[in-house]
């Protein structure tokens, strides 16, 4: 199984910086087949990345993916106020498909 | 536009058995891989089960091989997750997704709550 651990476990920062958010996985991630999702309270989540580094549809590009084999990163250039909520990383390239355990990403 | 409406969950015993049920609209249903995806109360996502587009292949995590049972009806545009042998540690919001293996999700259901409880 491959295992994704993602860090921080929590982000806290101020409208207007910039995040970054790490996802580390266990052992190399099939064809690149890693995506981000976004998930605020309450709602189901919502994809952002997909192939590391591809917006999904009607993602502003102040979010951007990168990275490759184990190392990946989502970046938020400047942060909106919308943009506070837990974040996943999750590959879909080997099975079991697999999540990170989340980022938290909080109003300093 | 892609809708996906999740129905079936509830409170149950230990022990008991629930169907859940996603129907989806807005796209060709037969062309899609469907998984169903979990969120215990405040902790993470996890994912369940797959089934490919021609519900000829099936995927499961461990934690739930033996007693949920991925199934779709390509007429209906709906697919199923039959959960037995419920435990307290299933109690969780249960999400239908489009997506699998090399397919991205990027249409979710509202999920519905399942709780395990006596």
């Known amino acids: 199984e491959t295992v994704l651990t993602q860090s921080p476990g929590t982000l806290s920062l101020s409208p207007g910086e910039r995040g970054t958010l790490s996802c580390r996985a266990s052992?190399?991630?099939?064809?690149?087949?890693l995506a981000w999702y976004q998930q605020k309270p309450g709602q189901a989540p919502r994809l952002l990345i997909y192939g590391a580094s591809t917006r999904a549809t009607g993602i502003p590009d102040r979010f951007g993916g990168s990275g490759s084999e184990t190392d990946f990163t989502l970046t938020i250039s400047r942060l909106e106020p919308e943009d506070f909520a837990v974040y996943y990383c999750?590959?879909?390239?080997?099975?079991?498909?697999?999540f990170g355990q989340g980022t938290r990403l909080e109003i300093k | 536009e892609v809708q996906l409406v999740v129905s079936g969950g509830g409170l149950v015993q230990p022990g008991g058995s629930l169907r859940l049920s996603c129907v989806a609209s807005g796209l060709i249903f037969s062309e899609y891989k469907m998984s169903w995806v979990r969120q215990a109360p405040g902790k993470g996502l996890e994912r369940l089960a797959g089934?490919?587009?021609?519900?000829?292949?099936?995927s499961y995590a461990d934690s739930v091989k033996g007693r949920f049972t991925i199934s779709r009806d390509n007429s209906k545009s709906t697919v199923y997750l039959q959960l037995n042998s419920l435990r307290a540690e299933d109690t969780a919001v249960y999400y239908c997704t489009t997506g699998g293996l090399t397919v991205i999700s990027d249409y979710w259901g509202q999920g519905t709550l399942v709780t395990v409880s006596p």
């Open positions: 089934i490919t587009g021609d519900g000829a292949a099936t």
């Open positions: 999750q590959q879909y390239g080997t099975l079991p498909i697999t």
């Open positions: 052992q190399s991630v099939s064809g690149n087949y």
